[in-house]
């Protein structure tokens, strides 16, 4: 059985007395460790689809299976659980707080999870260590670069361990070289501790270069999905 099956995912919205389809019976799979990019353009339904595979949002037809059971039919208390421990976001825009430091914004979750008073200092110092920014860990948002800012959004993610790792355009804001590197993050976890990723972009060229598979999004239909040869 897939890890997260999407079976006729639809969503909609009114725009007067018309009726919208952002998403239109949308239908993949992801196996467990796999590497999914969501390609498509602005307004295509990319971040949409991501929304309602992390549980931020039910509103829609069809279903969202997770391990086999339907994200759109759980209690809150259980799509709570979800976004806590199942998944881990990455924002394009890093959504830090401004006004916490770069080990207290790691240190979010791990309150937020009840974790154990006496560990999350632990836990976010050694998050950070493997980002390179040990030596940042009482530098604020401002004080960081955009590169940094990034794996600081990245170890907040990873603080609760999550199998699934969503990633909203993760390098929009950052320059080429900076770019790569987050990939690169995002690849070594993926391979070494099997974390699935899936990360919606509009770059096609880098999707398929380190995605097992590419799902192109249009209009809310998926048009294409290739499994990539990487290499």
Same mark, same amino acid.
């Given at each position: *059985?897939?890890?997260?099956?999407? @079976?006729?995912?639809?969503? $909609?919205?009114?725009?007067?007395? @018309?009726?919208?389809?952002?998403?239109?019976?949308?239908?993949?799979?992801? !196996?467990?460790?796999?590497?999914? #990019?969501?390609?498509? &353009?602005?307004?295509?339904?990319?971040?949409?689809?991501?929304?309602?595979?992390?549980?931020?949002?039910?509103?829609? $037809?069809?279903?969202?299976?997770?391990?086999?059971?339907?994200?759109?039919?759980?209690?809150?208390?259980?799509?709570?659980?979800?976004?806590?421990?199942?998944?881990?976001?990455?924002? !394009?825009?890093?959504?830090?707080?401004?006004?916490?430091?770069?080990?207290?914004?790691?240190?979010?979750p791990l309150i937020f999870s009840n974790y154990p008073v006496r560990l999350r200092e632990t836990?976010?110092? +050694?998050?950070?260590?493997? *980002?390179?920014?040990?030596?940042?860990?009482?530098?604020?948002? #401002?004080?960081?670069?955009?590169? +940094?800012?990034?794996r600081v959004a990245i170890a907040r993610a990873l603080a609760n361990k999550p199998k699934v790792?969503?990633? /909203?355009?993760?390098?929009? @804001?950052? /320059?080429?070289?900076? #770019?790569?590197?987050?990939?690169?993050?995002? !690849?070594?976890?993926?391979?070494?501790?099997?974390?699935?990723?899936? *990360?919606v972009t509009h770059d096609k060229e880098t999707a398929n270069r380190v995605s097992d598979k590419?799902?192109?999004? #249009? /209009?809310?239909?998926?048009?294409?999905?290739?499994? @990539?040869? &990487?290499?």
């Amino acid at each position: *059985m897939a890890l997260i099956e999407v @079976n006729n995912l639809s969503k $909609t919205y009114k725009k007067g007395d @018309n009726v919208i389809y952002a998403l239109r019976n949308i239908n993949f799979d992801i !196996q467990e460790g796999e590497y999914v #990019s969501i390609v498509g &353009k602005s307004g295509s339904g990319k971040s949409t689809l991501l929304n309602l595979l992390g549980g931020m949002d039910t509103s829609a $037809t069809g279903g969202v299976y997770y391990n086999g059971k339907n994200l759109l039919e759980m209690t809150e208390k259980e799509l709570s659980y979800h976004r806590k421990f199942t998944v881990g976001m990455i924002f !394009q825009s890093f959504n830090l707080i401004p006004t916490r430091t770069a080990i207290d914004n790691v240190k979010l979750p791990l309150i937020f999870s009840n974790y154990p008073v006496r560990l999350r200092e632990t836990r976010a110092c +050694e998050l950070l260590y493997n *980002m390179g920014l040990y030596n940042r860990a009482l530098h604020y948002p #401002s004080e960081l670069s955009g590169g +940094e800012a990034q794996r600081v959004a990245i170890a907040r993610a990873l603080a609760n361990k999550p199998k699934v790792i969503l990633a /909203d355009e993760p390098t929009g @804001n950052l /320059d080429t070289a900076t #770019s790569s590197e987050i990939i690169s993050l995002l !690849q070594m976890f993926n391979k070494k501790h099997n974390i699935t990723v899936i *990360m919606v972009t509009h770059d096609k060229e880098t999707a398929n270069r380190v995605s097992d598979k590419t799902v192109l999004l #249009s /209009d809310g239909e998926i048009i294409k999905t290739t499994v @990539n040869q &990487k290499k």
